[in-house]
């Protein structure tokens, strides 16, 4: 009963590093969401994947880069880390067979502070 | 665009009072409304949805929400909270033909024992 798993949990990063964050889910669903948590901001979309071999922007996908490696997996890279990244990183997916109905399922995020 | 607004951002309760969270959608077809509820530390679990039928939808642990078309509407509600109920409560909209969610910016939900 994985569901969505992320990894790493916690990163600390200095500014102008690189890193992936990865995430898998084990429930073939078609569509995969990155989205980042800020205090008093919701939840911001930065990149989805429809199904694998695509994805689209979000909201705020400056600074980000993804990849929909196969079905299962779907990763974000941040090239150049900045202190305005320093956030905290959920991963979602969803089985959109029914459009707009069914629920979104979330990874346990990761923690990222940008030095 | 599409916008969910919640227009509590954080609440203070005692145990066994009654909840009332709002949720207001701004798009006008046909709309999917959700309700999620993350725990402090850990990840958004979905509470309940709506998505057709019965206007009024129960959820886990007692929640319930009710959707009203003509306010653009889906306010959620708890007869009597308890100490476990403190979490931060998300509102979700998804317009009719799209999968991507709209989230409201949270509520933050405090209750006293």
């Known amino acids: 009963n994985a569901g969505v798993t992320q990894t790493p949990k916690f990163q600390v990063l200095k500014t102008g590093q690189s890193m992936t964050l990865q995430c898998a889910q084990d429930?073939?669903?078609?569509?995969m969401y990155w989205y980042r948590q800020d205090p008093g901001m919701g939840l911001r979309l930065i990149y989805y994947?429809?199904?694998?071999?695509?994805?689209d922007k979000g909201e705020v996908p400056n600074g980000y880069n993804v990849s929909r490696l196969n079905k299962r997996e779907f990763s974000l890279r941040l090239e150049s880390a900045a202190p305005s990244q320093t956030s905290v990183y959920f991963c979602?997916?969803?089985?959109?067979?029914?459009?707009?109905?069914?629920?979104?399922?979330f990874g346990d995020g990761t923690r990222l502070s940008i030095l | 665009a599409q916008s969910v607004s919640q227009h509590n951002h954080h609440v203070i309760l005692s145990e066994a009072a009654s909840l009332e969270l709002g949720c207001n959608y701004s798009y006008g077809g046909t709309v999917n409304l959700f309700w999620y509820v993350q725990y402090p530390g850990q990840h958004l679990q979905l509470l309940l949805k709506y998505f057709s039928g019965d206007p009024l939808v129960k959820g886990i642990k007692g929640f319930e929400a009710e959707f009203i078309k003509s306010k653009f509407s889906f306010n959620l509600r708890k007869p009597s909270v308890q100490w476990s109920d403190t979490a931060e409560y998300f509102c979700?909209?998804?317009?009719?033909?799209?999968?991507?969610?709209?989230f409201g910016r949270g509520t933050s939900l405090i209750v006293h024992p």
């Open positions: 979602a997916s969803s089985d959109t067979a029914g459009v707009g109905n069914q629920p979104q399922h």
């Open positions: 979700a909209a998804i317009s009719g033909g799209s999968y991507i969610p709209t």
């Open positions: 994947s429809a199904s694998e071999g695509t994805t």
């Open positions: 429930m073939n669903h078609n569509s």
